[in-house]
């Protein structure tokens, strides 16, 4: 039997580097999780505005033929030249050209659809989606600057990496400093097998070692100052993705209020474009006006009506974005422990939190105190770390 005691936290050390390590692939998992329902979110708005925009511009198109078929007809009569007739053909043609890239694109868009959900094409359920079943939440998500830190799946990868870097510079310490075992035996010796166990033939030994390295080369030396270069390499890792999501979340909110100012100049547009239809329906009732100006009041309503729908399938994908920029709501899941300091218990494992704080989560602290980020009660790297211009 042999006992070899953790006597400067090596083993420790080691076992926290694991544990970080199985932290970053399952925040990694929910970063791929959270990526898959953002893409699926944004595929089934694009299909609902693909086929609105479709269905507008084949109103477009019957409108322009009914223009053309009337042009035709004075034409016929010598009430008109021909070149108001060839105008209209161009006009007609080249809003036909539009019609196949919409019809194209809804069926990659569908392709699509049905590769996110684990099927082959030829695997297409028919799902329909349309813009007006979609509704914006009533209350954006909005967050405090150090709530995004501990919400976006990405920071907290990046945060499990950075901890288990700073384990590993306390394995490459304990590496260099000596080694300490102790040995035991006990047991029995007799002359026959009969008188094993007897009174007085009982043995035991204790014995303990030491052992230091003496000569390495130097290689323990550069372990360490490896380990140290990959723990400032985390750091920089880290204040790199909690910067990227800063960046993600304020672009995502101006995204927002541009998309709101498009879409309401672009449904005053469509009413106004509606009250002017009206306005030819009542004067050609009338006989006020004549039916080639219906048609043309009809047709810039039908692309006021496609404009309006390109900018309400933009904002649906920027609040998607937003959602995306916040962290995706994975921790209010059921199969996450909302009150545990690690990562998300999908498997069923402990966390390595409760056990051991993260390098991260002391510099988020200490920079929100204005205090300077550098570790306690860890090897400190060459120079100190400070988070506070990332997080401030």
Not at 80 to 88: F, K, V
Request: aromatic share 6%.
């Amino acid at each position: 039997m042999s006992y070899a005691p953790d006597v400067f936290g090596g083993t420790r050390r080691q076992i926290e580097a694991s544990g970080a390590q199985a932290d970053y692939q399952r925040y990694q998992l929910e970063a791929t999780y959270l990526t898959l329902t953002a893409n699926l979110v944004n595929t089934a708005i694009s299909l609902a505005s693909i086929r609105d925009q479709i269905a507008a511009t084949e109103t477009v198109i019957r409108l322009q033929s009914d223009q053309l078929d009337l042009l035709q007809a004075q034409r016929r009569l010598g009430a008109i030249g021909d070149s108001d007739l060839l105008t209209q053909q161009a006009t007609l043609a080249q809003t036909r050209a539009t019609l196949p890239p919409l019809q194209k694109q809804l069926a990659q868009t569908r392709n699509q659809l049905q590769a996110y959900l684990g099927r082959f094409p030829s695997q297409d359920r028919g799902e329909h989606f349309q813009l007006a079943s979609l509704h914006l939440p009533e209350e954006l998500p909005l967050s405090l600057p150090s709530a995004i830190v501990e919400q976006r799946p990405d920071v907290r990868s990046a945060e499990a990496q950075l901890h288990q870097a700073s384990a590993d510079i306390g394995v490459a310490i304990a590496n260099q400093l000596p080694q300490f075992s102790i040995t035991g035996s006990l047991g029995s010796t007799a002359l026959a097998g009969t008188k094993l166990f007897s009174s007085g033939t009982g043995v035991w030994s204790l014995a303990g070692s030491i052992a230091q390295p003496l000569f390495d080369a130097g290689a323990l030396e550069h372990r360490k100052r490896a380990a140290v270069a990959g723990y400032e390499q985390a750091a920089a890792r880290y204040r790199g993705t909690v910067i990227t999501a800063f960046q993600d979340v304020a672009n995502a909110l101006r995204a927002l209020q541009a998309d709101a100012e498009a879409l309401q100049q672009q449904v005053l547009a469509e009413t106004a474009a509606r009250q002017s239809l009206d306005l030819a329906q009542a004067q050609y009732r009338l006989g006020a006006v004549g039916y080639l100006n219906l048609l043309t009041a009809q047709q810039t309503y039908q692309n006021a009506i496609v404009s309006r729908v390109r900018a309400q399938a933009a904002r649906y994908s920027d609040t998607t974005a937003l959602f995306q920029a916040l962290g995706g709501g994975w921790w209010q899941r059921q199969d996450v422990d909302p009150d545990s300091l690690g990562s998300p218990d999908r498997f069923g494992w402990p966390s390595l939190k409760e056990m051991y704080p993260p390098p991260a989560a002391q510099h988020r602290e200490q920079a929100q105190a204005g205090q300077p980020g550098r570790l306690q009660g860890r090897q400190p790297p060459r120079r100190p770390l400070d988070l506070h211009p990332c997080l401030k």
